[in-house]
């Protein structure tokens, strides 16, 4: 028996951001497997990069901190492929 597969999330989200010593804030997207607003940067490398690329810009700010404040919206996108042991047939024709 097949253990059920993770759904995949799709946010949106209020990001909080410093742009010229003041507190900036922004309504930007994520896509990932979790419904925390705390844990999105730590299950998806790729969106918080992403993120700091679209609001930093080329500004030298490599260690400026982005920091979600909120979700506003979810909507469930589909669900992770999961195998769970099962192997797939073999395509060596033996």
Known sequence: MTSPSKK?????I??????????AY???WAVCGTLKAD???TDSEHTRQRLHKKLY????????????????DTVVLG???????QKRPDSSGL
């Open 8 to 12: 995949i999330y799709y946010h949106t």
């Open 14 to 23: 209020t990001v909080k951001y410093k742009r010229h010593g003041r507190e």
């Open 26 to 28: 922004s309504e930007e």
């Open 39 to 41: 844990e999105i940067f």
């Open 57 to 72: 810009k080329k500004s030298k700010a490599k260690h400026q901190p982005l920091t979600i404040v909120k979700i506003l």
């Open 79 to 85: 669900r992770e492929n999961n195998l769970d042991g």
